[in-house]
T-cell receptor, first 114, second 112 residues
Framework: QKEVEQNSGPLSVPEGAIASLNCTYS??????FFWYRQYSGKSPELIMS????GDKEDGRFTAQLNKASQYVSLLIRDSQPSDSATYLC??????????????FGKGTKLSVKP | DGGITQSPKYLFRKEGQNVTLSCEQN?????MYWYRQDPGQGLRLIYY???????QKGDIAEGYSVSREKKESFPLTVTSAQKNPTAFYLC???????????FGDGTRLSIL
């Protein structure tokens, strides 16, 4: 069974700090990686996509991918209370008859304290 | 505005009843998906469709059925065979099967 693992948290950081969210995955052939933000009671919202090794920055968010270590992370700079949410890591399932479908981690709950 | 519309927002099912959740998208996406989310859990794939008139079972398809007669629509029926249907149901779509998926607002299903 291919898996995506995340620390469930809660991860608590003070306002203005950097929040670091981590994700490991078991399928070595996975090609595409996504981070979603989910506020309590709401649906997931895509915030970052990353496809190649290295860093990808978008505003206050930076996604980092290391395929050799099967590790993807999300950094949130200058964290705000509005960033308090659960962050879901998703990885493509690139094998068998369900290629391209996503496997989701259970999410890390982030709390940003004013 | 382009997007994914799920209805109803809340749904209650009686014992032995089938219920249908609606999902419509106007993004011209080929692929559509249904997920189930239980409290504190990740998303689990129920069914997916990569093209009109074709769909495949996901990881937890038992007790559910779908159809894909139109590109825009991918309704999910929760049958009476699904003994634990209480969950948050999410519909998503993407341009292709390996592209980012975008979600509707979800339907919360409960048992009466």
């Amino acid at each position: 069974q291919k898996e995506v693992e995340q620390n469930s948290g809660p991860l608590s950081v003070p306002e203005g700090a950097i929040a670091s969210l981590n994700c490991t995955y078991s399928d070595r052939v996975s090609q595409s990686f996504f981070w979603y933000r989910q506020y309590s009671g709401k649906s997931p919202e895509l915030i970052m996509s990353i496809y190649s090794n290295g860093d990808k920055e978008d505003g206050r968010f930076t996604a980092q991918l290391n395929k050799a270590s099967q590790y993807v992370s999300l950094l949130i700079r200058d964290s705000q209370p509005s960033d308090s949410a659960t962050y879901l890591c998703a990885v493509t399932r690139d094998y068998g008859g369900s290629q391209g479908n996503l496997i989701f981690g259970k999410g890390t709950k982030l709390s940003v304290k004013p | 505005d382009g997007g994914i519309t799920q209805s109803p927002k809340y749904l209650f099912r009686k014992e032995g009843q089938n219920v249908t959740l609606s999902c419509e998208q106007n993004l011209n996406h080929d692929a559509m998906y249904w997920y189930r989310q239980d409290p504190g859990q990740g998303l689990r794939l129920i069914y997916y469709s990569q093209i009109v008139n074709d769909f495949q079972k996901g990881d937890i398809a038992e007790g559910y059925s779908v159809s894909r007669e139109k590109k825009e629509s991918f309704p999910l029926t929760v049958t009476s065979a699904q003994k634990n249907p209480t969950a948050f149901y999410l519909c998503a779509s993407s341009i292709g099967s390996d592209q980012p998926q975008h979600f509707g607002d979800g339907t919360r299903l409960s048992i009466l």
